[in-house]
């Protein structure tokens, strides 16, 4: 079964940092570029950071600086570290594999809020 299991984020305030984490199963996850998006209500799915199986990253503009992505292929997963979290943050973020095909994570809410 496919599966990428999300975990992590929650509440945090302005300034602080949270741990987004996806765990991957039934994937070839060695060769798959791992993304993270994320998705606001009426606006459309965005890409905010993506690792390729070789390690390169690659990050948008509006979280260069201060969010990276991991991966961690012996523990099939895929983090993304969110530093000096600001509210426009505040959304749910989505784990998605592309290996030849791709598969989404349920998603999981980041809310950033004083």
């Known amino acids: 079964q496919v599966q990428l299991v999300e975990s992590g984020g929650g509440l945090g305030q302005p300034g602080e940092s949270l741990r987004l984490s996806c765990k991957a199963i039934?994937?070839?996850?060695?060769?798959?570029?791992m993304d993270w998006y994320r998705q606001a209500p009426g606006k459309q799915r965005e890409l905010v950071a993506n690792?390729?199986?070789?390690?390169?990253?690659t990050y948008a503009d509006f979280v260069k600086g201060r969010f990276t992505v991991s991966r961690d292929n012996a523990r099939r997963t895929v983090d993304l570290q969110m530093n000096n979290l600001e509210p426009e943050d505040t959304t749910v973020y989505y784990c998605?594999?592309?290996?030849?095909?791709?598969?989404w994570g349920q998603g999981a809410q980041v809310t950033v809020s004083s």
């Open positions: 998605h594999a592309y290996y030849g095909r791709d598969n």
């Open positions: 039934g994937i070839n996850f060695k060769i798959a570029t």
């Open positions: 690792i390729t199986s070789a390690g390169r990253t």
